[in-house]
């Protein structure tokens, strides 16, 4: 294979960096070692190379990222306080913040605290105080008097079905229209009887008055009672 | 790389710890290559802020699928390179007409810092001074390759040329940058 000057100078680098195939680097060599031009000219370029190679990374000056820092991102106070802005963002600190928030209203709340009207005077551990109790008894109050009132609707009800079941104790028990007497008395009513009657007796006898009174809606509410 | 892509991502999501993390892996990259092209520190400290500062405002244009951010950010660092010797080539015309040969002892009695003198020792110096003499197309090319270490592939798509044309520059770099260090009168042992 001929080699030239004009190849050499064209393929320095590959052969530099070893990308010759095996006759192109014969050739090469050949060539290199008996020209006059060439021969320096490999010697001064490997020279160079090697020259490059041995620089080493120069160091930046350390102030250089605080710099770039500051001009993307501003000062370093200010990239602190986005940081710790940006770590409230997470989703524990979030659930945390929200039942804090529900745990003080419902104790403001349960303490009588008004919302719409608020008071300094109402914060008070003494105020607080009374208002929860004030709230406690009204809460039981409210919790008994509501499981009376189930109580007697649950009597009721037991009455009515046992008259259902039982047709002969109905009549007997169901008044007759009589247009002399005032709604809500019966034929039956003993004057003699004891006063300290279950009321639940009393509104029972209501109810199957009412029922006689108004038979359209005693026979609606029966059929809807009809499976 | 992979790492960087995914700082890219939380940078565009807010993230201020991933752009610090990101300025932490490549300051020294890009102050080396900036300091190579130009052959000062001072200029070097300052083209690599307006380099960071370039990327950061153009992070959004960044995509991975087109190439690793280490290249992207080299192409962005080569532009500003390129533009900074457009706009201070009058300067120097003006102040090569000033200095007198040899480069090296001029270099070395212009009253560098130091630091500076230390790091300009024999050759690495006198080849740091041919460098900042080549033309910036050989220049850019041989930094990449020699210096830098890219492949083929990647400097191809830092200067968008073809790779026969970066083969080219390299070769030419090469031998140009042998050629200044012989008037200078550095040879071969």
Known sequence: MNWTCEQT?????DYLDGLLQPAEQSAFNLHVNICERCAPLVAGVAHTLGGLYALEAVEPPPQLEIAILTATLGAPSWRNAR??????QSPRFVYSLASVAATIVIILTASGFSFRKPKMADLRPATIYRNADKQAHLVYAHSAKFVSDLRVVY??????NENEQNPATREQTIPQDSPGKQPGRTDNTNPSAPKQQNRSDELGRNLRVLAAQFPVVSGSIGERRMP | MEQDAQLVQQCLQGDGSAWEELVRRHTRRIFNICYRFTGNRTESQDLSQDVFLRVYRTLGSYRSAHGGFATWMTS?????????????????ITDSLDDAMPM????E?????PDEQALLGELSGQVQSALTRLSPELREAVILRDLQQLEYSEIQQVLAVPEGTVKSRINRGRIELARILQQMGVRPS
Do not use: F
């Open chain 2, 76 to 92: 962005v660092t080569r532009n500003l390179l390129i533009d900074h010797y457009r706009r201070t080539k009058r300067d120097r």
């Open chain 1, 83 to 88: 940081r710790w802005l940006r770590s409230l």
């Open chain 1, 9 to 13: 100078e064209a393929r320095l680098s």
């Open chain 2, 109 to 113: 009695s212009a009253g560098r810092r």
């Open chain 2, 104 to 107: 090296v002892e001029n270099k």
């Open chain 1, 155 to 160: 009597e009721i009800q037991t009455r009515l």
